[in-house]
């Protein structure tokens, strides 16, 4: 058979045709975030959306290849950069711009904006604006797991920056010594706020200083989708096994500046351009093309479903109610307090 006839072949294989198909998966997720967060540029400089906005652009293949390994029944704990984790979990993306806008409609009613993004439903607990603040919660959900014997695991995202603190410290060492269903996903994007990975930690391979706590952990490359789920897999496979907990170090880059606050003088533009290089979403498009699985009319069609839910969440989230004055006390003081 000839080489282009045993090509031919392969494509049209059930196995191949399965692959192919969600290879498209993956890239509508992560464009599903891109254009999202683009949209939230937009809206921040145009004063829709307020308050502090820290943006996933150039991060998605983490969110979208990590919650590829996990189930419905499985937790997943946030950062303050936590639209991409939230859109990637299956939040409506209707919910999270109510949110930002601090509508009613938002998944946390309107009171929590860009960093507290929350849906029990989805057993997405949260954003968390406090640096590594969600690693000793995530590790409370897997220590309650597994006293019930939950066939569960908790994913908790971070930073780089969150590896210097001692609540991750803490974590990591109870979490191997009890042996917790806990999958430490660590976003190692190069900078903690401003920076450098190389004047914060003295030992730059995260995976190996997170290794020496007796847990499994490896580095990955956090810009192709398709080696972060394949790791994702084989950690969760590992923590359900009874392995304990999993340490992968994502090797990743955000491509606007920490903070819509941010003037991003910190680093060289050099710096940024290579990284956009290796952008997640041209690379697994490129991957795509090679393969034949994506076309011009393809990708007009993803790019125009992705552009028409985008609008429709901005849309539903202007002409969702405000909170009315008088109840904005609710949840944050008790009955008797508020009637007193």
């Known amino acids: ?3 282009a006839r045993q090509t031919r072949a392969r494509r049209s294989s059930p196995r191949a045709g399965a692959e192919a198909a969600h290879r498209g998966e993956l890239l509508h997720a992560m464009l599903r975030i891109r254009r999202f967060e683009e949209r939230c540029v937009e809206l921040y400089s145009a004063a829709k959306i307020r308050g502090f906005v820290h943006l996933y652009i150039g991060e998605e293949a983490v969110a979208v290849g990590v919650t590829e390994a996990l189930t419905p029944d499985d937790a997943v704990v946030s950062t303050y950069r936590e639209h991409g984790h939230a859109l990637a979990r299956g939040l409506p993306a209707e919910a999270v711009m109510a949110e930002m806008y601090g509508r009613t409609t938002g998944c946390s009613g309107g009171r929590g904006g860009s960093m507290h993004l929350f849906d ?10 406090i640096v590594a603040g969600g690693i000793p919660l995530a590790a409370g959900l897997a220590l309650a797991d597994r006293m019930r014997a939950a066939h569960r695991v908790t994913c908790c995202f971070f930073g780089d920056g969150a590896f210097a603190e001692g609540a991750f410290h803490e974590t990591a060492n109870l979490a191997a010594l009890w042996g917790l269903p806990l999958l430490f996903v660590c976003e190692n994007n190069r900078y903690a706020m401003g920076t450098a990975l190389e004047r914060h930690e003295a030992q730059t391979d995260l995976a190996l200083r997170a290794a020496s706590y007796g847990m499994v952990a490896w580095a990955v490359d956090g ?3 398709e080696a972060v789920e394949t790791a994702a897999h084989r950690a969760a496979e590992g923590i359900r096994a009874g392995a304990g907990p999993y340490f992968l ?4 880059y955000r491509f606007r500046a920490h903070s819509m606050y941010d003037p991003d003088r910190y ?10 290089a290796q952008d997640p979403i041209e690379r697994l498009m490129g991957s795509m093309r090679e ?3 994506l076309g011009d009319r393809a990708l007009t069609r993803l790019e125009r479903e992705v552009a028409d839910e985008v609008d429709h969440a901005v849309e539903t989230a202007e002409k969702a109610p405000e909170e009315p004055t008088e109840t904005l006390l609710r949840h944050v003081t008790s009955a008797t307090a508020e009637g007193s």
Do not use: C, H, Q
């Open 1 to 3: 058979m000839s080489s």
């Open 120 to 129: 029990a439903s989805r057993r997405f607990y949260g954003g968390n604006a």
């Open 223 to 225: 810009m192709d989708v």
């Open 249 to 252: 170090e994502l090797r990743t």
């Open 267 to 276: 680093r060289d533009k050099a710096e940024i351009e290579r990284w956009k």
């Open 291 to 293: 393969r034949g699985e």
